[in-house]
């Protein structure tokens, strides 16, 4: 059943470029044999595909060139946004801004691009928020989205501060709420342990799904907002953090109906 049948899907980061091996042959030189794009979201958006949505995806240096125009027109032919491992400056700094050819010849301003992105969410989009070193607070803060234009929108508070937990040993998931229909078909119980994750807390707004069993906090959440709704995971779906969770029975499902609550399927 292709419950996701004409939603079109924009996903936004888990993109990177990798260089190497890299070779040291003398003190004065280093040479990189190799290098390569990958795609580490694409086990996700396979899973919308396969529930018939269409999908497009950008990096995170893609968001950050894209011309107000442009990013409007996505924004509105999209149903769903998923934002995965994205610091928020990439929404809210633009390549103008270091132009030098512009300065002082005009005010140098642009429509916010996060403040656009809960409009639409208020006016009826999903809008799924994932994890990692750059997301959240993140790795040393560098997320930056404590201090987002929106931070008040959110149905989360970041911390200050670096906010990754992370273990060898993983995290168990415990489940708060195995009724939430996003479960549906799921085998929650048996979970894979979760490399680490952003610590947040979490607003009066967001019902707590899941939580890390160890630390108790919140780790998968679902609010809504105006007409539309929201779903807030603190870990990351992809490797290196959900490189077990891959291996989950249940894992392209959980996007599945993810998105299908997000877009009230």
């Excluded at 939603?7 to 890299?22: A, L, N």
């Excluded at 168990?172 to 807390?201: C, T, W």
Aim: glycine share 10%; aromatic share 14%.
């Amino acid at each position: 059943m292709n419950t996701l049948k004409g939603i079109h899907i924009t996903y936004i980061g888990d993109w990177v470029f990798y260089t190497g091996p890299c070779f040291i042959e003398s003190p004065f030189e280093m040479m990189a044999k190799d290098c390569h794009l990958d795609f580490l979201g694409k086990p996700v958006t396979d899973a919308f595909e396969a529930q018939g949505a269409t999908v497009e995806a950008f990096s995170n240096w893609q968001l950050y060139r894209m011309a107000p125009k442009d990013y409007q027109a996505l924004i509105d032919r999209s149903d769903l946004i998923v934002v995965s491992d994205v610091e928020a400056r990439c929404f809210h700094l633009d390549p103008t801004f270091f132009d030098q050819s512009v300065y002082g010849k005009r005010i140098i301003t642009f429509p916010d691009r996060l403040k656009r992105l809960t409009h639409a969410v208020e006016a009826g989009k999903g809008l799924i928020f994932m994890g990692g070193w750059l997301g959240f607070s993140g790795y040393l803060e560098k997320g930056g989205w404590r201090r987002a234009p929106i931070a008040d929108w959110l149905p989360f508070t970041c911390l200050a501060g670096d906010d990754l937990m992370e273990s060898s040993e993983g995290f168990q998931v415990e489940v708060a709420d195995a009724s939430h229909p996003m479960f549906k078909g799921l085998p929650v119980n048996r979970m894979p342990p979760l490399l680490g994750y952003n610590e947040f807390i979490a607003r009066d707004n967001m019902k707590v799904l899941w939580r890390v069993a160890k630390t108790h906090h919140p780790l998968l959440g679902v609010s809504e907002h105006g007409k539309g709704r929201m779903v807030t995971f603190g870990s990351d779906p992809v490797p290196h953090w959900g490189i077990n969770l891959m291996l989950w029975k249940g894992y392209a499902r959980l996007w599945q109906n993810m998105a299908a609550w997000c877009v009230r399927r």
